[in-house]
Nanobody
Framework: QVRLVESGGGLVQPGQSLTLSCAAS????????VGWFRQAPGKQREGITCITSDDGKINFIDSVEGRFTISRDYTKRKVMLQMNNLKPEDTAVYYCAASRGRCSAGDEPFITWGQGTQVTVSS
């Protein structure tokens, strides 16, 4: 089974940027749909954005529109989440998940998940 690993989280100040990376151990993510999710303390996990296997992109949260961008790095066989102008309310554990091509804000099409990476936005 494909195992996903997220990286790139950390502690930043409001207004700064981070780039998260999602990689599949021993595999390329090119054939998969990949979604990014987050879970803030005391809240349910929510879908942020997703890229389909044919590179269609969908955002699920209005608050990240214009600030977060999902993309594929075909050279490194990863899916990235560029996060700009970070706000304290973006603080959460961020997860990536892979599907057999489709995207959804919910869990249903995703067949494997990473362990998550912590993003903390604080002054």
């Amino acid at each position: 089974q494909v195992r996903l690993v997220e990286s790139g989280g950390g502690l930043v100040q409001p207004g700064q940027s981070l780039t998260l990376s999602c990689a599949a151990s021993g595999y390329t993510l090119d054939p998969y749909g990949v979604g990014w999710f987050r879970q803030a303390p005391g809240k349910q996990r929510e879908g942020i954005t997703c890229i389909t296997s044919d590179d269609g992109k969908i955002n699920f949260i209005d608050s990240v529109e214009g600030r977060f961008t999902i993309s594929r790095d075909y050279t490194k066989r990863k899916v990235m989440l560029q996060m700009n102008n970070l706000k304290p309310e973006d603080t959460a554990v961020y997860y990536c998940a892979a599907s057999r091509g489709r995207c959804s804000a919910g869990d249903e099409p995703f067949i494997t998940w990473g362990q998550g990476t912590q993003v903390t936005v604080s002054s």
